[in-house]
């Protein structure tokens, strides 16, 4: 006995983002247990999105900028992409210097990649 599909669209579960929220100080020891973790997690939800959330970060410092940065080569790596809730003004001003400044916009807000076109083949139907 065979059993017929539903018509229309399958049902998709939409993945929630991973949150990972960091403590009020990252010290730089503490970074490769952070991307271990953030991998864990990747694995075993199927998230694609990452959201850092920075609000508990008491005095933002470059260890806190390399924590988020390797956080997010590593999450990048797995084929997420990792945004950061909750900035404090001081970490955004950080991250502004370092070149960061795309993991504090909305991903709706980001600039499209450089570089990047689309080709047109001969022959194929328009969308």
Do not use: H, N, Y
């Not at 065979?2 to 983002?17: D, F, I, N, Q, T």
């Not at 953030?38 to 199927?46: F, R």
């Not at 001003?93 to 909305?106: A, H, K, M, Y």
Request: glycine residues 10%.
């Amino acid at each position: 006995m065979s059993s017929r599909r539903p018509a229309g669209l399958p049902c998709v579960k939409a993945s929630e983002p991973l949150v990972v929220g960091l403590g009020a100080r990252v010290a730089r020891d503490e970074v490769p247990q952070l991307c271990e973790q953030l991998i864990a997690g990747l694995a075993s939800t199927g998230a694609t999105e990452v959201v850092c959330d920075a609000g508990g970060l008491v005095a933002p410092d470059l260890a806190a900028v390399e924590a988020l940065a390797r956080l997010r080569l590593t999450a990048r790596r797995a084929g997420a992409g990792m945004r950061i809730r909750d900035p404090d003004p001081r970490l955004a001003e950080l991250l502004g210097l370092v070149g960061l400044t795309e993991v504090l916009r909305e991903p709706e807000e980001r600039e499209p990649p450089l570089r990047v076109e689309e080709a047109v083949e001969p022959g194929d139907p328009a969308a």
